[in-house]
């Protein structure tokens, strides 16, 4: 495996200092719509897939996800309010092959509690409320997985991390391109 890129200790770090609280795993994606507007909402850190592979779920059928399909390029931003840091990842959404991909899919599905697992029970995000659909509170283990349970795993090609600790703020920049060398810049 790869080794890690200097920014993932600093981040792993500054999540530690949030301790236990399920707030420290969410963060903002942004995205750009077909019309050329930009889009932003939070979502739950689920894990790294390779060092520098980013992995979030998300229903299929949502904008996020054709807009993605669209565009897959993508900023993510993590602020852990007790480090006083933020973080703006700079990504590409990426696909392993469709087999790993599928795989994949699979032990993310058994692996979610049956109340998370629940939320792709739910009918389409975003259209009218349909009052008489079914909304379950959970799914469990036996549930086959729906094919609009989808996996998100960004390429990050950028970094950019803040800390507000001090005076004046420290920013730092690591880019793919230049092997995650680490520049200072003016905050
Ligand atoms: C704290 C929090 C965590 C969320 N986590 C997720 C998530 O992991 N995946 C997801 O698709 N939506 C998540 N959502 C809902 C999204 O923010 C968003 O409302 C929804 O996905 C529809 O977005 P879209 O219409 O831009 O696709 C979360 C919302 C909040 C407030």
Same mark, same amino acid.
């Given at each position: 495996?790869?080794?890690?890129?200097?920014w993932?200790?600093?981040?792993?770090a500054?999540?530690? =200092?949030?301790?236990? @609280? $399920?707030?420290s795993? !969410?963060?903002?994606?942004?995205?750009?719509? @077909?019309?050329?507007?930009p889009?932003?909402?939070?979502?739950?850190?689920?894990?790294? @897939?390779?060092?520098?592979?980013?992995?979030?779920?998300?229903?299929? =059928? *949502? %904008? &996020?996800?054709?807009?993605?399909r669209?565009?897959?390029?993508?900023?993510?931003?993590?602020?852990?309010?007790?480090?006083? *840091?933020q973080f703006? +990842?700079?990504?590409?959404?990426?696909?392993p092959? @469709?087999?790993?991909?599928? &795989?994949?899919?699979?032990?993310?599905?058994? #692996?979610?509690?049956?109340?998370?697992?629940?939320?792709?029970g !739910?009918? %389409?995000?975003?259209?009218?409320?349909? +009052?008489?659909?079914a909304?379950?509170? %959970?799914?469990?283990?036996?549930?086959?997985?729906?094919?609009?349970f989808?996996?998100?795993?960004?390429?990050?090609?950028?970094?950019e +991390?803040l800390? +507000?600790g001090?005076?004046p703020?420290q920013?730092?920049?690591w880019?793919?391109?230049? $092997? !995650?060398?680490?520049?200072?810049? #003016?905050?």
């Amino acid at each position: 495996m790869d080794s890690l890129p200097p920014w993932r200790p600093l981040l792993r770090a500054a999540l530690q =200092r949030e301790g236990r @609280s $399920s707030s420290s795993r !969410w963060l903002q994606l942004a995205t750009v719509a @077909s019309d050329g507007t930009p889009r932003v909402r939070s979502l739950v850190f689920r894990g790294w @897939s390779a060092p520098a592979v980013l992995d979030l779920f998300t229903d299929g =059928r *949502s %904008e &996020k996800a054709s807009e993605l399909r669209h565009l897959p390029a993508a900023e993510i931003c993590w602020l852990l309010p007790r480090a006083r *840091s933020q973080f703006r +990842l700079r990504s590409r959404r990426c696909q392993p092959p @469709s087999a790993e991909l599928l &795989k994949q899919r699979q032990h993310h599905w058994q #692996n979610l509690t049956p109340s998370a697992r629940a939320l792709w029970g !739910w009918p %389409e995000p975003g259209i009218p409320l349909e +009052l008489q659909a079914a909304f379950p509170q %959970e799914l469990d283990d036996t549930t086959p997985m729906p094919s609009h349970f989808e996996l998100l795993s960004f390429e990050v090609h950028q970094v950019e +991390l803040l800390e +507000l600790g001090g005076q004046p703020h420290q920013r730092r920049r690591w880019c793919s391109s230049g $092997s !995650w060398s680490e520049e200072l810049l #003016n905050p």
